[in-house]
């Protein structure tokens, strides 16, 4: 079965704790996104990454940090410098620049984080 | 700057009508406006694409319409039914080559009552 897994799906953080929320995917695809959503505001883009070993930030990149060593796999970790950790994470992928349309996102079915 | 408005207050309708949402933006030129079906606490579903030069697009009961001109797109979904209750956001992507990274709207909740 195709598709985007995150895990886990609640989390909490202590204070001054890093904590790392999983992506993987095995729909071969080549671009990977995090994305932050807040209630009533639209889903912000934290990291994302074109392909293995490469990636950019976001609008809201401070306080987290993602690797991409694998195809199928994007940590993203939130770090004791973000403050305001509370939100629900959602990882997507696309195919990427290829191909038209290339930019359709499927999404993993989240990670609510909380700070204890 | 760039904005993109989805109405934020849920719209309620009755079973078997025909519901309508907007998604507006500013500041903008997208080659392709995208929508969303998002249930609580779920990631959001891909439901239609538009093209810029594509003036309506259909798939079964949802109709999707881009006017670049007005700025504006609207989803319709025809003989609504109380399962498509959710969030529907839109989402837009830029017309350059490349990498293009999609910008969200803050979505709007559909009730349909039975």
């Known amino acids: 079965d195709g598709g985007i897994t995150q895990s886990p799906k609640y989390l909490f953080r202590k204070e001054g704790q890093n904590v790392t929320l999983s992506c993987e995917q095995n729909?071969?695809?080549?671009?990977m996104y995090w994305y932050r959503q807040d209630p009533g505001q639209g889903l912000r883009l934290i990291y994302y990454s074109q392909i293995v070993n490469d990636f950019q930030k976001g609008d809201i990149a401070e306080g987290y940090s993602v690797s991409r060593e694998k195809k199928e796999s994007f940590p993203l970790t939130v770090t004791s410098a973000q403050k305001n950790p509370t939100a629900f994470y959602l990882c997507a992928s696309s195919t990427g620049a290829g191909g038209s349309p290339k930019n359709i996102q499927y999404f993993g079915a989240g990670t609510r984080l909380s700070v204890l | 700057s760039q904005k993109i408005e989805q109405n934020s207050e849920a719209l309620n309708i009755q079973e078997g009508k025909t519901a309508t949402l907007t998604c507006n933006y500013t500041n903008y030129s997208p080659a392709y406006l995208q929508w969303y079906r998002q249930d609580p606490g779920r990631g959001p579903v891909f439901l239609l694409l538009i093209r810029e030069n594509e003036k309506e697009k259909r798939k079964e009961r949802l109709k999707v319409t881009f006017d670049t001109t007005l700025k504006q797109s609207l989803f319709h979904i025809t003989a609504s039914q109380p399962a498509d209750s959710a969030t529907y956001l839109c989402?837009?992507?830029?017309?350059?080559?490349?990498?293009?990274?999609?910008?969200f709207g803050t979505g709007t909740r559909l009730l349909v009552s039975p």
């Open positions: 989402a837009l992507e830029g017309g350059n080559t490349g990498f293009q990274k999609l910008v």
């Open positions: 729909l071969n695809h080549d671009a």
